[in-house]
């Protein structure tokens, strides 16, 4: 791959998670604290990105693959998706989730045509991917520091900087190297793009424990990426959404431990560290405050391990259990299972939880204050509910045997 093309590559996966950082991760304070929503209000904005998971893959799959070259049609909906944000800081609580909704229909495809950009150009996808995708992950932290350092999180201009950086990207993606559409006799269907080829292996008991403990992990997911900066700022936490990037920090450096830890420990043990990162976490956030702060960032940190050691630990057993023929199929029937199922029960299930727990100190002005230990308990229960019955119940050989 030339140096040219890698730094283009570099430049949109950088672009295309920045926009996402800048917005998603303090959406839920200023659904709260600028449109005065409700713990449901918000958690149904952050399920629109489950649904937007559930049917961008039909988009890509039947649609951008087949008709369009990929980088065209990621730059038209990244300069839709930039009108939209703008717009998104005009409307009320009412019309917040709909708008939201659209751009999440609008955004989520561009993850998939952007890899696909990348992966057309590369020599060697193996070596070369990662070393490309990082800068996405430096997207993200960007975006936190930035927004953390203009004093914004809290305010609409989080989706003005998304929109600006929405729009350059979109004219960014009209320079990318040519990926053209597929070829149409290739044959699409809905099945095929679910994953449903790889339901032969629930067959295999361990697999089926830990798609369903896949699904079910999700849920305490769902609350960090809704309520983590709403629960920062409310209990006087200073720039919040720049001291969450340490979370993204700590990501980047565990993925690189996993190679080396993926067959020495064991797949098993592995996962169980995931979920135990994940109750721990929560215990640190029902307990941690401004006064005992270590555990308010220990927690933060502790994302690398949550996220690393299940779910990219998750997508290499899955992979290495579908073997060659249904492997594709495996990773989009897991995407689909987690981030779009199991992400779509958890915000909205997270809601209720931070409302039941929710008292209005001030009628005039509608502020809340929140029972925060309460409401990290409850996915600190669902977490060890699943490290449970995973330990008891999960059986795999270290050395995974992959399937003929």
Known sequence: MKTKIGVLLS????????????WYVTMGTYMGEALKSTGIDIGAAYSAGAIATIISPFFVGMIADRFFAAQKIMGVLHLLGAALLLYATQVTNTGFYWVILVYSLMYMP???????????????????????????????????????????????GTFQVAAI???????????????PPKAKTEKVSASGILGMDALVLFKTRSFLIF?????????????????????????GLENAAGKMTLGQMSEALFILAIPFMFNKVGVKNMLILGISAWLLRYVFFAYGNIDHSWMLYAGIILHGICYDFFFVTGYMYTEKKAGEKIKNAAQGLFTFATYGVGMFIGTWYSGF????????????????????????????????????AFILFFKEKKEIATSA
């Open 11 to 22: 430049s949109m996966m950088f672009l295309q998670y920045y926009v996402w950082g800048a």
């Open 110 to 156: 561009t993850i998939a045509l952007s890899n696909s950009v990348a992966f057309a150009q590369m020599t060697d996808p193996g070596k070369q991917f990662p070393w490309i995708r990082v800068f996405g992950t430096l997207g993200w932290i960007a975006a936190g520091l930035i927004i953390s350092k203009l004093g914004i999180e809290k305010t609409a």
């Open 211 to 235: 798609f369903i403990a896949a699904i079910a992990i999700c849920i305490p997911l769902s609350f960090y990426y809704g309520f983590a900066n709403p629960f920062l700022n409310e209990i």
């Open 165 to 179: 950086v929405s729009v350059i990207l979109g004219l960014l993606s009209f320079a990318m190297p040519n990926t």
């Open 353 to 388: 939880v931070v409302d039941k727990y929710k008292t209005v100190t001030n009628i005039t002005t509608n502020t809340s204050i929140h029972n925060w230990t309460f409401i990290w308990l409850t996915p600190a229960a669902i977490a060890g509910a699943v490290l449970i």
